[in-house]
């Protein structure tokens, strides 16, 4: 502690010591060396320390910290204006300033104030601000026009909406009251003055200056006391109600219209929980085949092996009106040649040897009154597509060994993986049959061409194997992007498989890349030279497509610059190396 010396401040006189005791903000005073010459009631509640007398003490033992940022004050003699400090529980503002007697300084003088209310007070404020601006912005991207007025019917907000339907502005009705633009015939009359009167939500159709009608709907705002607050109308152009109207009562094809659209979108939803879909392309299959699912008419699907076909004609079927009834599904490349015919239309007693006594029941005509499902319809013989093409056109067949036709309500969905164009061509297959069943044709595009639904299908099958076998097995990212870069030849089978033998034979809970198959972590692009004979036109572009981004990579030194080459975008040029299983030339190309 500084010995104290003869330049001491001296003690306030009792009227002076009440003065600085009645001030608001806290005050404290030393002198040169340090020591309080002053410490008013104010910094005692500020810093909540009661009556403890502080005036003779060290400024060190009452405020540690302070003295030497003091002492620097009072030997350059400068102010200290604006001082925040976060104290321990509260926040203060202070002012420091020397105190100079007969030019020389005698001490040092601090005022503060405790501002932890107002920070708190600037936060709500700036919260307030915030959900104002956000509230702002909300009224004006409404579509229908919004028009607020306060309990007394005056106006406060108008958006932007309302401009647009009504044709007035903002300015000409922002603080006036709905009396006076009543009387001045803006409007013909008030829903606000309507809700004010009833106390209650009002509609009504209210004629603006000119020509203009709208559809007004006003609804009260009260406070805790049941007093309104704010009367909010919502304004909408009748000119659209009209029109709406108008075809509602013109047209049931409308309603209709709108009736299928439901169904389709339930139809869509009711899929999403059977089926695992993320891409645009099966989407589109999806609701395509909501769109027929309730009709009659014939369906064939088509499309790789693998890809989903039974799912979706089971799913087209519980879309149907036939929901209830049965759902046969027939796999015609299982049934061998000689006995397709008796197992898709029964046969009668005795028909041929071995036959059950009193005949048997074929697949088509225990689908009666539902739907029979004909998978791998290629492989049925010529001589019975002729008996299938019956059961389409006149909902009849004959058992085997029987003369006498028999009714089967059934509606036909058919499924193939063969070109059956090619087929007819060659003598394969009927015709007749072909657009009979070729009515709505569906094409499922294979899981090459639909890469979004790997990952999502990938982690349905893990998500299903934990929920059977509770267990928690998760799997790399990596193992992800490596499925990604996968042709699936298989398609969706395949990929459930690849990943039920992953699941089983990867050690502890998570699925790496070490668990993958060879054919999956080495990858090679299937596509042969782009001029090879029996290519399609897609599998030649993309032949080409493959052999062009190789040339390019070799040519050039990085990727951007074999994308420039190509004309094409870095980041679709690094999806194409990725899609075609395409290397980097050397590791240092970027």
Known sequence: MPEETPRRLSPLPPFWSAVFNASYNGIIVIDREGVIALYNQAARRIFGEGHTAYVGRHISDIRPGVWDDMRRIMQNGEPQIGLKLNLSNITIIANRSPVIVDGQVRGLISVFQDISEYETITSELESFQRLNHELAAIIESSHDGLYVTDGNANTIRVNHSYERITGLQRDQLIGRNMNDLVRERIFDHSVTLEVVKKRGQVTIMQQIKG?????????????????ITFVVTNVRDITE?????????????????????????DGIEHALQDMVIKSRRMMQVV????????TETSILLLGESGVGKSML????????????????????????????????????????TGAVTGGKAGLIEAGHSGTVFLDEIAEIRPDLQVKLLE??????????GGNRSQKADVRILAATNRDLQAMMRQGEFRQDLYYRLNVIPIAIPPLRER???????ALNVLETYNR????????????IDAL???DFPGNVRELIHIMERMILLSEGNLVTLEDLPEEVKTPTCRLPDWHSEGLTLKESVQALEVQMIRQALEETATLAEAAARLDIHPTTLWRKMTRYAIPLVNAEMQ
């Not at 020509?211 to 007093?227: R, Y």
């Not at 509602?248 to 979108?265: D, G, M, N, P, V």
């Not at 299982?334 to 007693?349: A, C, Q, R």
């Not at 890469?451 to 299908?457: G, S």
Request: hydrophobic share 35%; proline share 5%.
């Open 391 to 400: 059961i389409i056109e006149e909902k009849t067949f004959t058992r085997v």
């Open 241 to 265: 109600l009209n029109d709406l109207r108008h075809k509602l009562e013109t047209s049931e094809r409308i309603t209709s219209r709108y009736f299928q659209a439901l169904k389709e979108h």
């Open 451 to 457: 890469p979004e639904d790997i990952p999502a299908l």
């Open 484 to 486: 990604n870069r996968y």
């Open 313 to 352: 004609a089971r799913l087209i079927h519980q879309m149907s009106r036939r929901k209830d009834r049965p759902f046969v599904k027939i796999n015609c490349g299982t049934i061998p040649s000689s006995l397709m015919e008796s197992e898709l239309f029964g046969y009668e007693k005795g028909a041929f």
């Open 211 to 227: 020509d203009k009608q709208v559809m007004v709907t006003g609804t009260p705002i009260f406070d805790d006391a049941g007093e």
């Open 287 to 294: 609701r395509q085949a909501t769109k027929v699912a309730d």
């Open 468 to 479: 059977a076998h509770q267990t928690a097995k998760r799997v790399e990212p990596k193992v």
